[in-house]
């Protein structure tokens, strides 16, 4: 059986390693294969091969995970609150939309968190923004607060970028404190106590902008002392944003084991099975450590 992970750009990802780890796990020989998708047009031949069985499965990843939601005829229950879908999987000749990434992430926050948190922050409004609000929900965190770049002062609130998903799944957003003044009082009084700060912008990833910025927008001091410091990039391992929260006495986790366990459960989606996390995790760090050294 033959999969992919469709998107642009693709040919960074750690994908590969993953699931044909994860297949070498389960006695599987099945192939799995980047799509690099820079328009429409490749979207379309994808979800046509997934049509005609051609292709037994597609992960999605930036920019097409909205547009993976619209294809699709059926959509799973957090797919369809989410608006946003990250696995496509074919049935009975339609295409079923799953979001796994939200289901990962919450994972991932009952791993780290007390059982109570009374408040995350999130840095940033992206496509991957939605997931994260909706994790932290799951989990049992009492209140969500979003905060982006785009969320600027001469822009009502409701005409900011996003703004509807957000409010929809509950969360409550705050202008960018990078302007400095009330918006950054603003954002100091709401990391006051917060048990999560989320990074999930690309600032600090490689090959983008600098994440030290970022980093020193945050008052680090005032987040709960066991407060936790959440990046979704997992290249490098070790952010700015997670260097500076660890130095300033915080714990830290990058988004690696999010990306394993939310194709774990992608495979699950396709085959019926889920495999162990662990040797998909080792699969990763290897890839990223050849990378490395390349």
């Known amino acids: 059986m033959k999969f992919a992970l469709i998107g642009h750009p693709v040919s960074h990802s750690l994908s590969p390693a993953i699931h044909h780890a994860a297949y070498r796990e ?7 294969t980047l799509i690099d ?38 959509r799973s229950a ?18 079923v939309a799953h979001n796994t990434d939200a289901l990962a992430l919450e994972v991932e926050f009952r791993r780290l968190l007390p059982a109570s948190t009374p408040r995350a922050v999130v840095l940033g409004s992206g496509g991957a923004a939605p997931a994260v609000v909706a994790a932290c929900f799951s989990a049992g965190i009492a209140e969500v607060w979003v905060t982006a770049r785009r969320f600027d002062s001469k822009t009502p609130e409701n005409d900011w970028p996003g703004a509807r998903d957000l409010h929809r799944l509950g969360a409550r957003l705050s202008r960018w404190p990078g302007t400095g003044g009330a918006e950054k ?11 999560l700060i989320v990074q999930c912008t690309s600032a600090g990833m490689q090959g983008a902008d600098s994440g030290e910025p970022l980093a020193a927008l945050v008052p680090w001091p005032l987040l709960a002392p066991d407060a936790l410091a959440y990046d979704l990039i997992y290249a490098p391992l070790e952010t700015p944003f997670l260097r500076v929260a660890r130095e300033a006495g915080r714990r830290t986790e990058h988004g690696l084991s999010m990306l394993v366990g939310q194709a774990a459960l992608a495979i699950e989606i396709w085959l019926g099975q889920r495999p162990a996390t662990q040797p998909l995790l080792v699969a990763a760090l290897d890839a990223l450590a050849k990378r490395g050294r390349a």
């Open 78 to 95: 957090l797919a369809e609150r989410l608006e946003v879908a990250n696995v496509l999987a074919p049935l009975s000749g339609q295409i």
């Open 185 to 195: 009082i603003h954002f100091d009084e709401l990391c006051r106590g917060a048990g």
């Open 37 to 74: 998708a820079p328009t429409q047009a490749e979207v379309d031949r994808v979800v046509a091969a997934l049509r005609s069985g051609e292709l037994a499965g597609a992960n999605v990843t930036i920019p097409w995970k909205r547009q993976a939601f619209a294809v699709a005829d059926r």
């Open 26 to 32: 389960l006695g599987l020989s099945h192939e799995y």
